[in-house]
Protein backbone atom coordinates (compact mmCIF):
# COMPACT_ATOMS: atom_id res chain seq x y z
CA UNK A 1 0.00 0.00 0.00
CA UNK A 2 1.37 3.56 -0.87
CA UNK A 3 -0.44 6.26 0.76
CA UNK A 4 2.09 9.31 -0.58
CA UNK A 5 4.12 8.34 -3.47
CA UNK A 6 5.72 11.51 -3.37
CA UNK A 7 7.47 10.41 -0.07
CA UNK A 8 8.82 6.98 -1.95
CA UNK A 9 12.46 6.89 -0.75
CA UNK A 10 14.50 3.69 -2.63
CA UNK A 11 15.61 1.82 0.50
CA UNK A 12 18.02 -0.20 -1.71
CA UNK A 13 19.91 2.80 -3.31
CA UNK A 14 19.43 4.48 -0.53
CA UNK A 15 20.50 2.35 2.77
CA UNK A 16 20.15 5.37 5.36
CA UNK A 17 15.87 5.47 3.46
CA UNK A 18 15.14 3.22 6.18
CA UNK A 19 15.63 5.56 8.81
CA UNK A 20 12.41 7.23 7.31
CA UNK A 21 10.92 4.22 6.61
CA UNK A 22 10.60 2.76 10.18
CA UNK A 23 9.77 6.28 11.45
CA UNK A 24 7.25 6.29 9.12
CA UNK A 25 5.59 3.11 10.03
CA UNK A 26 5.97 3.99 13.81
CA UNK A 27 4.11 7.03 13.19
CA UNK A 28 0.92 4.99 11.45
CA UNK A 29 0.73 3.43 14.18
CA UNK A 30 0.87 5.89 16.51
CA UNK A 31 -2.24 7.23 14.95
CA UNK A 32 -3.86 3.96 14.81
CA UNK A 33 -3.29 3.69 18.61
CA UNK A 34 -4.75 7.27 19.57
CA UNK A 35 -7.95 5.72 17.49
CA UNK A 36 -8.14 2.81 19.70
CA UNK A 37 -6.63 -0.22 17.57
CA UNK A 38 -4.68 -2.04 20.35
CA UNK A 39 -2.27 -3.98 17.98
CA UNK A 40 -0.51 -0.56 16.49
CA UNK A 41 3.15 -1.56 16.91
CA UNK A 42 5.74 0.18 14.86
CA UNK A 43 8.15 -2.11 15.61
CA UNK A 44 6.19 -5.04 14.08
CA UNK A 45 4.87 -3.30 11.32
CA UNK A 46 8.61 -1.98 10.00
CA UNK A 47 9.19 -5.62 10.21
CA UNK A 48 6.44 -6.70 8.37
CA UNK A 49 6.52 -4.00 5.50
CA UNK A 50 10.39 -4.86 5.41
CA UNK A 51 9.76 -8.72 4.65
CA UNK A 52 7.27 -7.83 2.31
CA UNK A 53 8.44 -5.06 0.56
CA UNK A 54 12.86 -6.27 0.68
CA UNK A 55 12.39 -9.93 1.72
CA UNK A 56 14.86 -9.06 5.00
Known amino acids: M ?3 P ?3 VNVIAYPTG ?3 FD ?4 N ?3 WFATKG ?3 ADGEKL ?3 LRA ?5
Open 2 to 4: ITD
Open 6 to 8: QQI
Open 18 to 20: FVF
Open 23 to 26: RDAH
Open 28 to 30: VST
Open 37 to 39: VRA
Open 46 to 48: ARL
Open 52 to 56: EACGF
